[in-house]
């Protein structure tokens, strides 16, 4: 197979291919862009392989960075442009079951590939468009399935992490994971916990915001790789009723923890300990926290003036669409236009501030933000104008002061 037109990001990088195969050596495109142009999707990132050694490609480009270069990995920098290029290698056992012990650089392509994860992954693809196809990885894009390079139980020992990417790759391109591919996850699901959480939390995002989020989660679900996951261990029955009801990925990450959160039924408590467990932000349990309590209301009714003030226009359309996943009408438009109804958007727009409450005398400490937050609820909420001299009247009032 040939590609006749290639993506601008792969033309701009052939120049750096071509000055690799003058001086001697194989060059190729490899990995995802390979895969994702085949199938007519934008590309990101461009990754070479070569059978240049490190140090050789370092003396053909003037200005490389070394970004893993104990793993034959060479960043070229032309003309602005970063291309991670990496020495064709063989590898050594995974005691951790995620890196080789050791990697060893050979002139081989074929041994390069064939220790790759998935046949659709394993494409190469020199500088003028021809396709390199050692396992058949393009009949697995045309009949749209991901099956494992070489040996499944083999591949999945080696780097556990693989076994998510299966999973995410099913969703993402809405692809099926071919039996025996499968029935190795099974087998090796329990290697998951070795892996680290955060490695599993980036898979397992992708996963939920892929395009078809039903072809992943049934295996992840099948396999029991979600057995292995960080307190998903008790909550099987929500999962499948997620994978029930989720037809279209979620559309970022606060959504989708939301979701989970909510599938689980985690009082506002719990969901602290469980995000810290897939090692998310404070920021975003925060986050997660209020969009979780509106979505919880919107199951049965609307939001008042303070929850609505809470989520604000960001997490409006999170709350929201969790409640609609989980069967409640979509109430977005009617949301979003009730926010912007409300006296004032952030704790920013209160016509007072505490210098102004010091001024009319009451004194610093933490009684000061305890007013302006009974100031703050009660403008959002239309119990008092959002005018300077009512509130300092107010405030006064709450400290007795008046």
Known sequence: MKLEQLPQEFELARPVLQTIERAGYEAYFVGGSVRDTILGKAIHDVDIATSAYPDEIKHLFKRTVDTGIEHGTVMILDHGTGYETTTFRSESTY????????????????????????????????????????????????????????????????????????????????????PETAAAIAAHAQLLAKIAVERTQVELLKLFTGKAPQSGL??????GLWQYCPTFSDHEAALKDVCHRLTTGTPDETTTWTLLVRAFDLS?????????????????????????????????????????????????????????????????????????????????????????????????????????????????????????????????TLANLK
Not at 128 to 141: M, R
Not at 218 to 223: D, I, R, V, Y
Not at 336 to 354: C, E, M, N, S
């Open 95 to 178: 005691t951790d079951f995620r890196r080789p012990d050791h990697v060893t650089f050979v002139r081989s392509l074929a041994e390069d590939l064939k220790r790759r994860d998935f046949t659709i992954n394993a494409l190469a693809m020199r500088e003028n468009g021809e396709v390199i196809d050692l396992f058949d990885g393009l009949t697995d894009l045309k009949q749209r399935r991901i099956r494992a390079v070489g040996n499944a139980q083999e591949r999945f020992h080696e780097d556990a992490l693989r076994m998510m990417r299966a999973v995410r790759f099913a969703s993402q391109l809405d692809f099926t994971i071919v």
């Open 268 to 396: 506002e408590s719990e969901v602290g300990p469980f995000l810290k467990q897939w090692k998310t932000s404070n920021q975003m349990i925060t986050a997660v926290q209020t969009a979780a309590r509106a979505a919880t209301s919107l199951a049965t009714a609307d939001l008042d003036a303070w929850q609505l003030y809470q989520c604000g226009e960001q997490l409006l359309p999170v709350a929201n669409s969790v409640a609609v996943i989980l069967g409640a009408p979509d109430r977005e438009p009617a949301l979003l236009a009730a926010w912007q109804a409300l006296p004032i958007k952030t704790k920013k727009a209160l016509a007072v501030t505490g210098r102004d409450l010091m001024q009319a005398g009451i004194q610093p400490g933490p009684q000061l933000g305890d007013l302006l937050a009974q100031l703050e609820h009660q403008v959002v909420t239309s119990q008092l104008p959002n005018d300077r001299d009512p509130l300092i009247q107010q405030a006064l």
């Open 218 to 223: 049934q295996p992840f679900l099948t396999t």
